[in-house]
């Protein structure tokens, strides 16, 4: 292992290649999803409390070691680098183990089925470092792995998945299925999101509902041109793109040209996005799959209710935090009920804003983090690269 840093905490480096834009606080960020705004944040959190934290992204031009709100960040390679058909081994391969060794951590941190998650495993078992990987969506515990497009990647995937020091998952449904179908025994640990700067207040005269993806089948963001029709007097903010130009978002927009009520705003600076928040009623989800989304978090914490097809452990319907939709008809239903009965809407703000204090707030999140890095760290390893089950750490819950 290296020499720790900063009292003696351990080096953490991250590895998330979309990053870059988020930690250098540009205004329109390239990639704005939830595993981006998840480690960008969690690295965040982790300098200010003196841990020494690194993070590894692509190269989109700018300086390597550059260091932004005291994060070290080392460039891997460019995204259209190299030649199609060797441009995986190099220099994406060699650019990315060249990043790793640069980073010089103790510990390496990966979010998210991807050739990487094999990759960064790999890389530290080789040089005895310990790799923490966690989940971001249902479908990384999906035994045919629906988002993973080839054969490599899969079989990169799984290799990591199982040679990791740790595997954190975002909900018991997500630990299940890891261990059912992969072997796998994983820590539950809930998603960081930090203190809102403003409140949601009173509904009052409010009719924005709010939506924020990708634009792509999963997400299901055509179901807001039924929900459209069916509250002809709420106007209806979706924000964010599709990664490429895809047939489903050509359809989906074109859809939407021809309801006034639904706008599409694209990728929005974070100031942007913050005025959509405090002007929204509720945030609506329409995802078939998911993780724990971000973005109902990043609701929860301004007491903004949330409406949605998709509830992560069933915690919507336990706690009160909004409604759980079977489709459409349920979507509107809630949306006209507490239209109609603002009281409603107060008490799943009130619930949501409760929920997100005792859950998800930086200062609940991140020592329960750093302790898991600092029991990581003092772990004995075996000779595969995991922990004993004796060091695991024990379980870290968020709900």
Partial sequence: MTSHGIADHP?????????????????????IGGIENQLARLACGLAHREFPVSFVTYDQGQPDATRHEGIWVYKAFGQTAGIFGVRFLHPRWTGLCSALHRADADIYYQMGAGCETGQVALWCRKRRKHFIFSTASDA???????????????????YGLKHATL??????????????????ASKIFGILSPQPRMEASAPGERRRILWVGRICPEKRPHLLVDVARGLPGCTIDV?????ADTAYARSFRQQAQHHSSLILHGKVSNDLLEEMYREALLLVGTSQTE??????VEAWSRGIPVVSTFDPDGVIQANGLGRVAHGVEDIV??????????DVWLKDSAAARQYYLANHA????????????SD???????????????????EIDHV
């Fill in 167 to 184: 595997v954190i998952s975002q909900t018991r449904t997500q630990r299940q299925l890891l261990l059912d179908h992969f072997g796998v």
């Fill in 140 to 158: 990384d515990c999906d035994p045919s792995l629906p988002l993973l497009r080839t054969y490599r990647e899969k079989c990169l995937y799984r």
């Fill in 333 to 342: 239903a809630y949306v006209t009920q507490i239209t109609q009965s603002p």
């Fill in 291 to 296: 993780g724990f989304p971000v973005i109902f």
């Fill in 239 to 243: 924000i964010g793109d599709a990664n």
């Fill in 362 to 373: 930086p200062e609940v999140c991140l020592p329960r983090f750093a302790s898991l890095l």
């Fill in 11 to 31: 080096k953490i480096c991250i590895v998330g290649l979309k990053c870059y834009d988020l930690l250098s606080g540009a205004k329109r960020p390239r990639y």
């Fill in 376 to 394: 990581v760290e003092a772990s004995s390893s075996a000779e595969d690269g995991t922990l004993r089950p004796a060091d695991s750490p024990a």
